[in-house]
């Protein structure tokens, strides 16, 4: 049976949404149910082949940790390309969920250093290879009659994204402490294999945009299109730092967390559980900002989405002087609340709407028609340069040991300070950039701000 090529002719929500938005909750469950008891895992539960503990130090697993979450956001241009000039968005997502699954499946049957490399890898393309081919197909469901539907879709999107991780950051290190590292990384795994039928389910109410690798290089190679899409590469390089001090709620802030008094209204919370903040302020900022925060800003300035990228910036470089007060109390003696790090989530929550959702939105507008999946995966390899900047900066401490100026607070202060410069940078990026906005369905563009 043939799909049909082209959005539908229609002015309400396109037909395939709530197949896609099923999906990605039931892959972000997965995703983060796994990404959460990772740090716990390497550094308590990790064995070697003779079954004995084979731990890791905190600076290596946080190493190990960036490295992963670089290669997750690395391998996008693998699928990006794979989708834009072979297999189509729809195909390369269903062949790289059943590897993304397999990764899970190894995770669960060997908690060894071989299975964790194995199963990190396999996770590690499947998860990276579909996301660029995800939020494209997204966007690829609308056409001019509903285009104005757009930002409140990926808002959706992401409030999808979310609801999902919430249960599972929760579940997850519940699972680890009661059952073992066998079932907290099997249930994940199972809701991976639940993603992947849902989105099978929808097929015939997608629109299947086909690859044409022909015009895909035609289009790559236009001046104007070449000079597009350097102006992004220069965005996404700034935004990478965003990456690089947001992804480290996963690391080194669990690992704060451990040395911390972990109760919350009363009840004791596991280190890794915290990371559950993270998605339910996210479920209620995302209308906060949308309803109340943005039209009132907008009251006194015009709020593109660079400059919407611009404050966040500056509310992420805050966010981590939070855990550098915290860290400074720790060093000498004293166990502060967790409360602390709830105050540094609401802050970096704050950051990712503005910078995340905006970016995404941005990026896919900003893409031509044959670029789509191509260009969301240069926005993903943002998260990647973070990331490795990130592990780089931990193989420095690892290798220095305690005589680096980066251990205790000096740790925290540092990222601060790096996310402080690249908001007074990004300024004249801002003030600068124009770029043009893209349709599947438009065969011209027009100008935006």
């Known amino acids: 049976m043939s799909y049909r090529t082209s959005p539908a002719p229609i002015t309400t929500m396109p037909p395939g949404i709530p197949f896609i938005i099923g999906n990605e909750l039931a892959e972000r469950f997965s995703f983060y149910g796994m990404r959460t ?5 390497m550094t308590q539960a990790l064995l070697n082949h003779q079954g004995m503990k084979d731990v890791m130090s905190e600076p290596e697993a946080s190493k190990w940790m960036h490295l992963y979450m670089g ?3 690395l391998t996008p241009l693998i699928g990006g390309l794979l989708a834009d000039l072979w297999l189509g968005k729809y195909r390369t997502i269903m062949c790289l969920s059943m590897l993304y699954c397999m990764g899970h499946l190894i995770l669960a049957l060997d908690n060894t250093r071989t ?4 199963g990190l890898s396999c996770v590690a393309l499947g998860a990276g290879g579909i996301k660029p081919c995800v939020a494209s197909h997204v966007g690829d469901q609308f056409g001019s009659g509903n285009a104005h539907l757009l930002p409140r879709m990926y808002n959706l999107f992401y409030f999808a994204i979310n609801f999902g991780s919430v249960f599972s950051t929760l579940l997850t290190p519940w699972l680890m402490k009661n059952y073992g590292p066998h079932v907290a990384f099997g249930v ?3 809701f991976m294999l639940i993603a992947t039928i849902l989105f099978w389910l929808g097929r015939h ?7 044409q690798p022909r015009l895909f290089w035609q289009e790559l190679t236009r001046p104007d299109v070449m000079r597009s899409m350097a102006g992004l590469i220069l ?4 935004i990478a730092m965003f990456w690089s001090l947001f992804d480290q709620t996963a690391s080194r802030w669990v690992l704060q967390a451990t040395r911390m008094d972990l109760h919350l209204f009363g009840i004791q919370v596991l280190p890794d559980q915290i990371q559950a903040v993270n998605p339910l302020l996210v479920l209620g900022m995302i209308p906060l900002f949308s309803i109340v925060i943005y039209p009132f800003i907008g009251r006194f300035v015009t709020l593109t989405p660079l400059r919407k990228i611009c404050f966040g910036f500056l509310v992420a470089a805050s966010s981590f002087v939070v855990p550098a007060f915290i860290e400074s109390w720790i060093t000498v ?3 502060p609340t967790i409360w602390w790090q709830v105050i540094a989530y609401v802050l970096i929550t704050a950051a990712e709407i503005m910078i995340s959702i905006t970016a995404l939105e941005f990026s896919y507008t900003q893409a031509p028609a044959r670029l789509k999946s191509f260009v969301m995966a240069l926005f993903y390899a943002s998260v990647f340069t973070g990331n490795l900047f990130t ?4 193989a420095s401490i690892e290798k220095v040991g305690l005589s680096s100026s980066l251990n205790g607070a000096g740790y925290y202060w540092f990222f601060a300070k790096c996310m402080a410069v690249t908001a007074v940078l990004f300024v004249f990026v801002a003030m600068f950039y124009k770029g043009r906005t893209y349709l599947q369905d438009e065969e011209s563009a027009s100008l935006s701000a």
Do not use: D, S, T
């Open 37 to 41: 008891i990772l740090m716990i895992f």
């Open 205 to 211: 109410r997608f629109a299947h945009i086909q690859p």
């Open 391 to 394: 592990a780089l900066v931990n």
């Open 71 to 73: 290669a997750v956001y």
């Open 115 to 118: 299975g964790l490399f194995w």
């Open 333 to 335: 003696g004293e166990k």
């Open 235 to 238: 965005i996404y390089l700034f």
């Open 188 to 190: 994940p795994g199972v």
